[in-house]
């Protein structure tokens, strides 16, 4: 095991360099040779000192919901630190902390917020002990690495069954796995969710948990917002969700029903740090989306407006969001490489309803003919040929579409998450990671 001090210099001097060769921000790097050096590199430097530490983890919206919690706290006085390009495997989290060490090896900060890959939430938790624990939500995403959801949500439980009760935890009550795991624990908590929306009462199609977490059978649900969260019960054992401590707020810096989960979450944390409502909503007031998340980059003179779209919930939530926004142009960028899955037949399980509403959509990615193909049978070969336009190159689908968006329009982008960086990258010159 090497020193700590050493560690961090050769960490920072990656980091630049990695950032002079303009080959990321070196997000990942420093924490890689960290842990590499010593494997308790993140728990020696925490054990000294006073920072509070907030994790996210969840399927979907941890970086929204962690960006929102900093504004928060930034906007009231505290000092903040957060692993922001999205690097959220245990190195990223190393990486962080690194970069923001003093010259003595020491984090003087109020706080650190880590928004941490659902997967390797077990691995983070063994150096972290948090003050706040947030599960947003659990949904299939790349199925061929993580399993499904129930597999998860018991290495959650188990992860967290280690950690103290000085550890408060937030949770969405209309996820009925991320509910039941804060019921079955001791841990102080409190729930969120989402109350004042028209929802369904039939099933979704891309819903994932509508077994009884504790007893198997099927769940009656009153009201369905999307996939599997909502108002629901076991009419069998008689479990219920529990009593939501926030389910509505005065303002949402986002579009998007989904962005009001992340909002209330956001919100619950920050109360529970006795910043008040106003102090919040002023806050909320100045946030700036995440790249990828509905981030706008105008690009020769014209808006070019982002939307991360990963897996069934979140391409449907994305797509939903922007029919409600009027777009009429779309691009849709499949990739299969590692950070997406390589499993893309979760395409299949997308709503497309009112598909046939735009006048262009262009089709672009690692795969996209597998994405066009979904196109073509939900649109039938006569709208298809006229409707959709397929590249195999992202930037040539960029410079496609931008020439048919009037100047006050918006071209709107719908990438999985390799494909966000790649047309972020055309789009504005840099690359992230």
């Not at 984090?107 to 706040?132: C, G, H, R, T």
């Not at 808006?303 to 849709?332: D, E, H, R």
């Not at 990438?415 to 990671?433: E, F, H």
């Amino acid at each position: 095991m090497l020193p700590n001090l050493p560690l961090i210099a050769i960490g920072k001097t990656v980091s630049k360099i990695s950032q002079t060769l303009n080959r990321g921000n070196g997000s990942t790097w420093p924490g890689h040779i960290a842990l590499k050096g010593n494997k308790n590199f993140i728990k020696d430097i925490l054990a000294n000192s006073q920072t509070k530490i907030i994790i996210v983890a969840g399927t979907n919206g941890k970086t929204t919901t962690s960006g929102l919690i900093r504004t928060g706290l930034e906007k009231n006085g505290k000092s903040v630190i957060q692993n922001e390009s999205g690097a959220n495997l245990l190195n990223g989290v190393a990486s962080t902390i690194l970069l923001h060490t003093d010259a003595s090896g020491n984090l003087k900060y109020d706080y650190a917020i880590f928004e941490v890959d659902e997967n390797a939430l077990p691995q983070v938790l063994q150096q972290i002990k948090p003050s706040y624990l947030v599960l947003l939500n659990l949904f299939r995403d790349q199925l061929d690495r993580y399993g499904e959801i129930n597999v998860i949500a018991e290495k959650w439980k188990g992860a967290i069954l280690e950690l103290d009760d000085k550890t408060k935890l937030v949770l969405n009550a209309d996820d009925p796995l991320v509910a039941y795991m804060g019921m079955e624990l001791k841990h102080p908590r409190s729930f969120f969710g989402v109350d004042n929306e028209k929802g369904q009462t039939h099933e979704d199609g891309a819903a994932d948990s509508v077994s009884c977490p504790h007893c198997g059978k099927r769940l009656s649900f009153d009201k369905i917002v999307f996939s599997h969260l909502g108002k629901w019960k076991c009419t069998e054992c008689g479990l219920v969700q529990p009593k939501k401590h926030i389910a509505e707020f005065p303002y949402y810096p986002l579009a998007g029903v989904y962005n009001k989960y992340n909002t209330h979450a956001a919100a619950l944390v920050l109360k529970d740090l006795e910043i008040n409502e106003k102090q919040i909503i002023n806050a909320f007031e100045t946030f700036l989306p995440a790249f990828g998340r509905q981030e706008k980059i105008i690009y020769e003179g014209k808006t070019v407006q982002l939307f991360l779209s990963k897996n069934p919930t979140s391409f449907n939530q994305s797509f939903a969001t922007i029919k409600n926004l009027n777009a009429s142009m779309l691009l849709l960028i499949l990739n299969d490489r590692i950070p997406d899955g390589r499993d893309v037949s979760w395409i299949w399980d997308t709503d497309l309803a009112g598909l046939s509403e735009f006048k262009h959509i262009f089709v672009a990615g690692d795969r996209v003919y597998d994405m066009a193909l979904r196109l073509k049978y939900e649109l039938g070969s006569k709208l298809y040929e006229e409707k959709i336009t397929t590249f195999e190159d992202i930037k040539e689908a960029i410079e496609k579409g931008i020439n048919y968006v009037q100047k006050k329009g918006t071209f709107y982008i719908l990438p999985t998450y390799s494909a966000m960086l790649d047309a972020r990258k055309i789009l504005t010159g840099k690359k992230i990671l």
